[in-house]
């Protein structure tokens, strides 16, 4: 219903910002809460932001609390991540994520999306 395309992504040093956009198309956005979720290498998928579908709403995974902001732009169809004070361990693919109104799960999990972007690499080095 919905198509995903993330771009942004890039190298960045330790302490630099990178703002990864979310393209969405084929769909109502504004019908769908959604989220930015990353994996490193030989890491699980782990929940990183979500925003609720009019935008009024935000939550962030506690290791990037404050650093990250997550907005959209329902009128362009658009998810943001602003991400600053980039840290090594930040390092990983980003994704974002849609959740449909009639699907199941967790907001906070990806079993919780049923939409996926093909991913976006932030690399930051020490």
């Known amino acids: 219903q919905v198509q995903l395309v993330e771009s942004g992504g890039g190298l960045v040093q330790a302490g630099g910002s990178l703002t990864l956009s979310c393209a969405a198309s084929?769909?109502?956005?504004?019908?769908?809460?959604m989220g930015w979720f990353r994996q490193a290498p030989g890491k699980e998928r782990e929940f990183v932001a979500a925003?609720?579908?009019?935008?009024?709403?935000?939550d962030y995974a506690d290791s990037v609390k404050v650093r990250f902001t997550i907005s959209r732009d329902n009128a362009k169809n658009t998810l943001y991540l602003q991400m600053n004070n980039l840290k090594p361990e930040d390092t990983a693919v980003y994704y974002c994520?849609?959740?449909?109104?009639?699907?199941?799960?967790?907001?906070?999990?990806?079993?919780?999306?049923?939409?996926w972007g093909q991913g976006t690499q932030v690399t930051v080095s020490s």
């Open positions: 084929g769909g109502t956005f504004s019908n769908y809460d």
């Open positions: 994520a849609a959740r449909g109104a009639l699907y199941g799960g967790s907001y906070y999990s990806a079993r919780g999306y049923n939409y």
């Open positions: 925003i609720r579908r009019i935008g009024g709403s935000t």
